[in-house]
Structure formats: structure tokens, C-alpha cells
């Protein structure tokens, strides 16, 4: 599977880093930089926030120009999307952690995402925590296919990273193509 929800294997998690830009990502040197977001939350420049519940919440504002290959925004609604699959018990997902470790997220606009954690939580801004799909293409398949929305889900034709999917012979190959509304990034970075 392509999709972020189900995916398990290395070979897929492969295609995927291709195929979708992440939060924020590792350079060469495995610090973490902004790929989606516009820049890395943190308690200084106030996109982590600590409660005084003893929770937390992170801010994210994503990259403007961010786009599906479709040439539709990425916006916030495309992760809160991601973790409503990643939490509906019908579906067979690998893992729900950290997903589990969220009360709830937000969009107070649509480049902004909120993400309000249980406790704080050390990589609330680390790669790979939080996921995004096209939920303007997903979510009426989703409200369609309900229990069985794993077998139709994500397929790749419609991305937000550097290449786009143009052809899938199962068994036989992938073939990836450019993705016109994204730029490849102009970085190093280690997505595995």
C-alpha cells in the first residue's frame, strides 16, 4: 500500500518519501528542517505550546505555495483527514502511536494546522508523526467505502512531494513521474 495509514513495507515507505512531502524532515546531518511547514514549532517561537492542564499543542503553518499534483493546496484539513482514517478502529491500521497521543486537531485556516496532545510530547515536531493524504479526493471515497476504505484508499496518483505516480503494473513496476506543482526539494535529506 502507498497509503501512510497502512503502509508497512520498506519498499512502500520508499515510494511514499517520493511521493509525500512530510511535516518536516532530517537533512544529511539529521537535524530537523521544515518540508511542509513553513518552519519547525518550538516553545520559542510560540508554535509549541505548554498548557497549564499539563497538556501541550503544536502549531504548524504550512508552506503556502504547497500543492497536490493535482494543483489543489495542501492544506491542514489533508492531515486531519489522514488521522480521522488513522483512529477509526474499522480500519486495519499498523500502528496508532503517536496518533493515539492526540486529543484533537484543527484548522483555524486552512494553512494553519493545530495539534492538541494528551501530554507534551517530546516529537510532536519530528518526522513522521504527523501524515497528510488528499482529502479532497479521499474523504468522499472514505464516507463511501467506510470499513473498507483500506482497499481503496491512497494510490499515489495525486501528491504533494517531487514526483507523482503515472504508472503502477502490480508484481512488475512503478513508474513516477514529476510532480508539476512541487518543486524537488533543493535539500539533502535521509527519509528513512
Known amino acids: 500500500s502507498l497509503d501512510p495509514t497502512f503502509g ?3 519498499a512502500s515507505g520508499i515510494i511514499r518519501a517520493a511521493l509525500l512531502h512530510e511535516l518536516v524532515v ?36 504550512l508552506r503556502p ?7 489543489v493546496p495542501v492544506t491542514a484539513q489533508d492531515f486531519i483527514f489522514c488521522h480521522k482514517v488513522t483512529m ?13 497521543r492526540v486529543v484533537k486537531m484543527e484548522a483555524p485556516d486552512p494553512k494553519t494546522l493545530v495539534v492538541h496532545w ?19 479526493i479521499l474523504e468522499p471515497v472514505y464516507a463511501k467505502e467506510g470499513a473498507n476504505y483500506h482497499k481503496t484508499g491512497y ?15 502490480p508484481g512488475d513496476r512503478l513508474t513516477l ?16
Open 26 to 61: 532530517y537533512d544529511d546531518q539529521w537535524k530537523t528542517i521544515p518540508d511542509l511547514a513553513s518552519e519547525i514549532p518550538t516553545v520559542e517561537n510560540g508554535g509549541i505550546v505548554l498548557t497549564p492542564d499539563g497538556k501541550m499543542k503544536t502549531i504548524f503553518k
Open 155 to 169: 494510490d499515489g496518483k495525486v501528491s504533494n512531494g517531487p514526483y507523482r505516480l503515472d504508472k503502477w503494473i
Open 88 to 100: 477509526d478502529e474499522k480500519q486495519p491500521v499498523i500502528s496508532r502511536d503517536p496518533a493515539d
Open 65 to 71: 505555495e504547497a500543492k497536490w499534483s493535482d494543483g
Open 118 to 136: 494528551k501530554e507534551p510530547y517530546a516529537y510532536s515536531a519530528e518526522y513522521r508523526v504527523l501524515r497528510s493524504v488528499p482529502a479532497h
Open 8 to 10: 508497512e513495507m520498506v
Open 177 to 192: 513521474v514529476p510532480n508539476p506543482h512541487m518543486e524537488t526539494p533543493h535539500y539533502s535529506v535521509a527519509r528513512l
